[in-house]
């Protein structure tokens, strides 16, 4: 029995270990000091290099033959999503197991993560929730038209009892929102709201202090944008699930390019994986815009999540197509995507970035 012992890597190889590793090799899937220890045994070893030999053949006549997934997906949209959704789901896993147990219970992110699947898994307790919030939305509803009931005169406001501030910004001649209502608040809560009679969506957007100020009106009034972008860049004072809704609200008010800034700033830097990818999501429609092209290159190089990576893939993909036919490709972009493909630690990733580099009619070999 021939016996070999690497001696950079100290990892003992035997002639019978060489078929099972063979495949694993010719497929790239060895860590370095393995694939080190196989080739120095395979250098002293003729048999074992010969069953190496056979082995790269016999995957280069594989690599070569349709696979029948391509005819059924040809996109390669269903397996991409499939496999970005794994590699995610072993990011979060990993990142639980990172993660003292003991600080994970007062963590906002993993209560949110909680209340998320427990509505998307359990509809019968996400059908008793909706019923209660309604039920409570009509008692408060009734309780607010009682109070706005005409009085004689004013009346007499008290420090130890303040009323919420109702603010339309719907109205010319109503308060602005000011800096001390917006850096006075602990909390936030947003939604759509349909007022009665009115075809036009409106948002209300309400902030929890010692004077809690409620804001209503269109996606693009100034005050209501204002008062969303002060939400998604205060991560450390709001929630990740007021940002997320706040996203819902600002993504169709893209095309200002004081909302884009704010959607750009949220794709880099926000703690939060499912704000960043939402934010970048938000931004779809406007990669032309010399900073958000700047913004999903940055995500696909430096985000930490592999889902979030593959994301600023498709943005990229599917903003280059139109340039194609029109002159050459950015070379910045095909550099980053040579790059992901040569470097990134996700081999989905890397499989993406080939692909896209195809699809982009660049050279894809790495």
């Not at 998307?120 to 109070?147: C, D, E, K, N």
């Not at 109205?171 to 009679?197: E, F, M, R």
């Not at 204002?226 to 609200?249: H, I, T, W």
């Not at 550099?335 to 993406?352: E, G, I, K, Q, S």
Request: some cysteine; hydrophobic content about 40%.
């Amino acid at each position: 029995m021939n016996e070999n012992l690497d001696k950079n890597n100290s990892l003992p190889i035997r002639c019978e270990d060489i078929e099972s590793l063979a495949t694993l090799y010719s497929c790239d899937e060895l860590d370095a000091d393995t694939r080190a220890a196989l080739e120095s045994h395979a250098a002293q070893c003729s048999d074992c290099a010969a069953l190496f030999s056979r082995e790269a053949r016999l995957q280069q006549a594989f690599s070569s033959f349709d696979q029948p997934a391509d005819s059924l997906d040809r996109s390669g949209l269903l397996l991409a999503e499939c496999r970005s959704r794994l590699s995610e789901a072993i990011d979060d896993h990993q990142a639980k197991i990172n993660q003292p147990g003991w600080l994970s219970i007062f963590s906002p992110a993993a209560w949110w993560t909680v209340m998320r699947n427990t509505l998307v898994y359990h509809p019968a307790v996400t059908m008793a929730a909706l019923v209660v919030i309604s039920f409570m939305a009509g008692v408060a509803g009734q309780r607010m038209q009682v109070a706005k009931l005409p009085v004689a005169a004013h009346p007499v406001l008290t420090a130890s009892t303040p009323p919420p501030a109702q603010i339309s910004v719907m109205h010319p001649t109503a308060p602005k929102l000011t800096d001390q209502q917006l850096y006075s608040a602990s909390s936030a809560n947003v939604a759509w709201v349909s007022p009665s009679g009115s075809p036009t969506p409106t948002v209300q957007v309400q902030f929890m202090s010692d004077t809690p100020t409620s804001i209503v009106g269109a996606p693009e009034d100034a005050d209501v944008e204002r008062a969303l972008m002060f939400v998604l860049e205060n991560g450390q004072r709001f929630g990740p699930g007021a940002r997320l809704e706040s996203l819902d609200v600002l993504r169709t008010c893209a095309a200002d390019s004081e909302v884009r800034r704010s959607l750009c700033a949220a794709a880099r830097a926000d703690q939060n994986p499912d704000v960043r990818k939402k934010a970048l999501e938000s931004l779809q429609g406007f990669e032309q815009d010399p900073a958000v092209r700047q913004t999903i290159l940055d995500a696909l190089q430096n985000d930490s999540s592999s889902g979030i990576r593959v994301e600023a893939i498709n943005l990229l993909v599917n903003s280059l197509q139109a340039e194609i036919a029109s002159g050459p490709m950015d070379p910045q972009v095909v550099a980053v995507l040579r790059d992901r493909l040569r470097n990134d630690p996700n081999n989905y990733v890397r499989l993406h970035s080939a692909a896209a580099l195809r699809a982009l009619g660049s050279d894809a070999r790495p």
